[in-house]
């Protein structure tokens, strides 16, 4: 079912609502995770400054610093993040689906507020900092095995991704029946390894939103109308 849902929705990732959240939440994902690497530069110097490190080359060291701290922090959160963002925007991507695809339940959704989408963003990014720095040691320690911590941080973020999803969608619809613990974990692994690829990571998180709605009313084996 998964797997159908994902191909279902391949399509529908360049409906025209679609690419305008596509625009919005990729740009302002770059945009958060550009404004924390200027944070990050400007505390490494700060903290230079205050060590007496600041001489010839200094520079050129917290910059470097800066840059791998903060590509290490977008490998590691990019994908939780990016659909924490989607969130704030979802609604208008999960709307089109339904509607396309099954007209009936469009009629019969609640639409999602900005107040909702954003306490639903902040629930997202509050677990994905939670969960990642409890699986942080783990990450570490398994770097030994050169392909653990990939492992694990492909878990974790099925788990986070899968959650975020089911949330998204099942918000418009409090009467149906919410997506079983199995079909998350299992919607959350495909959308984990869509981020993994190159330019698909771009498309996933909208590709990600549509394949949940198939999950969700894809259950009853057929769509409404």
Known sequence: MIVSAALRALPQIFHPAARIVLVKSLGLTLLLFAVFGVGLWWALH?????MGWGGAGGGVVEAAAATLIALATA???FRAVAIAVLGLFGDAVVEAVEGESYPLAAAR???????????????????TIGWNLVALPFYIALLVTGVG???LL?????????RDLADMVEA??????PIPKPARMAMGFVSALLFLVPVANLLAPI??????????HGRKGKADG
Not at 46 to 50: G, T, V
Not at 109 to 121: E, F, Q, Y
Not at 154 to 162: E, H, K, P, T
Not at 172 to 177: G, K, M
């Open 46 to 50: 700060a903290f230079f400054a205050w």
């Open 75 to 77: 490998w590691l959160l």
């Open 109 to 127: 959704a609640k639409p999602v507020s900005t107040a909702r989408g954003v306490r639903l963003a902040l629930r997202s990014v509050a677990r």
């Open 149 to 151: 911590t990939v492992l």
């Open 154 to 162: 492909l878990a974790v973020n099925a788990y986070l991704l899968g």
């Open 172 to 177: 418009r619809h409090p009467d149906l029946a």
């Open 207 to 216: 590709w990600s939103a549509a394949m949940a709605v198939h999950v969700l």
